[in-house]
């Protein structure tokens, strides 16, 4: 029922016409792998709650069962994150790919434009034939531009109907709202989340075993040898852990580094953006003056277009960049709230 409603809502939204990335991130708990890890959990928290009634339940299985849920709990929070990741990256490649296919169409526009140009010197003798070859191939050029720039948009657009289960008109996909570009938090505070991830709470609860199992055991009814041996197996989970942290540490670093990296080049991008913008704005003045012909401002404004996708792109790779920091450390960036998406 739930996938229903989700997939109703979303339907709803793209039907009134307009669909955004928080939208499209509603369909997150709907992922198979965001599924799989709540019936789980589901499972896990009623066998806990067999466990804890029984009046027979050993100490080791009611720990062993605290800890599936605990473990299911990460895990289906991590399909999440993963998720809002996934719907994110097929979404900014449609706008992407939609850009790129409207920026081709353009550049064909222009080559068409300088082809008449070149024929119109061609017959007054100020140009060679050679030239108006060259312009013919721009043109052929260009077009089939176009026809692989529609072609990525429509490979993109399948992605996301894949991905959120409703279909996808490609104009009606919001730009990503600049809010969601959220300031970084301090790393100390991203890897203090660290041990919340699934893979470092299943080694670090590997431990709290062999810990309880050193516990369980006493001189008086085992053997020193096991005792010797569970203590050991005890030294070896937390070597284990420890290595583990340690790797974990370097990717979460890494990670973060690649939010900073990201969101410099977004800055960039944004001056070069408006560097272009500035530009085309001097060649309508000079247009509008008799300076240069209609074809030099379309040309500068080309390359306003180009500089502007770029922005675009630079904007999505800095979103893209903190979703991956969110899913690979488990700190909430609070860039969607898991709540509608499907918190446990």
Same mark, same amino acid.
């Given at each position: 029922?739930?996938?229903?409603?989700?997939?109703?809502?979303?339907?709803?939204?793209?039907?009134?016409?307009?669909?955004?990335?928080?939208?499209?991130?509603?369909?997150?708990?709907?992922?198979?792998?965001?599924?799989?890890?709540?019936?789980?959990?589901?499972?896990?928290?009623?066998?806990?709650?067999?466990?804890?009634?029984?009046?027979?339940?050993?100490?080791?299985?009611?720990?062993?069962?605290?800890?599936?849920?605990?473990?299911?709990?990460?895990?289906?929070?991590?399909?999440?994150?993963?998720?809002?990741?996934?719907?994110?990256?097929?979404?900014?490649?449609?706008?992407?790919?939609?850009? &790129?296919?409207?920026? !081709? $169409?353009?550049? /064909? #526009?222009?080559? *068409?434009?300088?082809?008449?140009? @070149? %024929?119109?010197?061609?017959?007054?003798?100020?140009?060679?034939?050679?030239?108006?070859?060259?312009?013919?191939?721009?043109?052929?050029?260009?077009?089939?531009?176009?026809?692989?720039?529609?072609?990525?948009?429509?490979?993109?657009?399948?992605?996301?109907?894949?991905?959120?289960?409703?279909?996808?008109?490609?104009?009606?996909?919001?730009?990503?709202?600049?809010?969601?570009?959220?300031?970084?938090?301090?790393?100390?505070?991203?890897?203090?989340?660290?041990?919340?991830?699934?893979?470092?709470?299943?080694?670090?609860?590997?431990?709290?075993?062999?810990?309880?199992?050193?516990?369980?055991?006493?001189?008086?009814?085992?053997?020193?040898? &096991?005792?010797?041996? !569970? $203590?050991?197996? /005890? #030294?070896?989970? *937390?070597?284990?852990?420890?290595? @583990? %942290?340690?790797?974990?540490?370097?990717?979460?670093?890494?990670?973060?580094?690649?939010?900073?990296?990201?969101?410099?080049?977004?800055?960039?991008?944004?001056?070069?953006?408006?560097?272009?913008?500035?530009?085309?704005?001097?060649?309508?003045?000079?247009?509008?003056?008799?300076?240069?012909?209609?074809?030099?401002?379309?040309?500068?404004?080309?390359?306003?277009?180009?500089?502007?996708?770029?922005?675009?792109?630079?904007?999505?790779?800095?979103?893209?960049?903190?979703?991956?920091?969110?899913?690979?450390?488990?700190?909430?960036?609070?860039?969607?709230?898991?709540?509608?998406?499907?918190?446990?």
């Amino acid at each position: 029922m739930r996938r229903l409603l989700l997939t109703l809502t979303l339907a709803a939204a793209a039907h009134a016409g307009a669909l955004g990335l928080e939208d499209a991130w509603q369909s997150a708990s709907a992922r198979p792998e965001a599924i799989t890890t709540r019936l789980e959990l589901l499972t896990a928290r009623s066998n806990l709650l067999r466990v804890e009634s029984d009046p027979l339940a050993l100490r080791m299985d009611r720990l062993q069962a605290e800890q599936d849920v605990a473990r299911l709990e990460a895990e289906h929070r991590h399909a999440l994150f993963t998720a809002l990741q996934q719907i994110a990256e097929a979404y900014t490649g449609v706008l992407q790919a939609r850009e &790129q296919a409207g920026l !081709a $169409r353009e550049a /064909l #526009a222009l080559s *068409e434009a300088a082809l008449e140009v @070149a %024929r119109i010197r061609l017959a007054n003798g100020s140009a060679t034939a050679l030239e108006v070859r060259e312009a013919e191939i721009a043109v052929e050029e260009a077009r089939q531009g176009v026809e692989a720039a529609e072609s990525g948009l429509a490979v993109a657009t399948a992605n996301l109907e894949g991905m959120i289960g409703v279909e996808v008109d490609p104009d009606d996909l919001e730009p990503v709202p600049d809010h969601l570009l959220r300031a970084l938090p301090a790393l100390e505070d991203v890897l203090a989340d660290l041990g919340s991830h699934p893979t470092l709470l299943q080694a670090a609860q590997g431990v709290e075993l062999a810990r309880a199992a050193v516990d369980l055991l006493d001189p008086a009814y085992a053997p020193q040898a &096991q005792i010797e041996s !569970a $203590r050991t197996q /005890l #030294a070896t989970a *937390e070597e284990l852990v420890a290595e @583990a %942290r340690r790797g974990f540490e370097l990717q979460a670093r890494n990670a973060y580094l690649q939010v900073t990296t990201a969101a410099d080049r977004h800055d960039v991008a944004a001056q070069r953006a408006a560097a272009a913008e500035e530009r085309l704005a001097l060649e309508e003045m000079r247009l509008e003056g008799g300076l240069i012909s209609k074809l030099q401002r379309d040309q500068a404004a080309l390359e306003a277009r180009r500089r502007a996708v770029e922005l675009q792109a630079a904007k999505h790779e800095h979103l893209l960049a903190l979703l991956r920091l969110q899913a690979a450390t488990m700190h909430d960036l609070e860039l969607a709230p898991l709540g509608a998406a499907g918190r446990p």
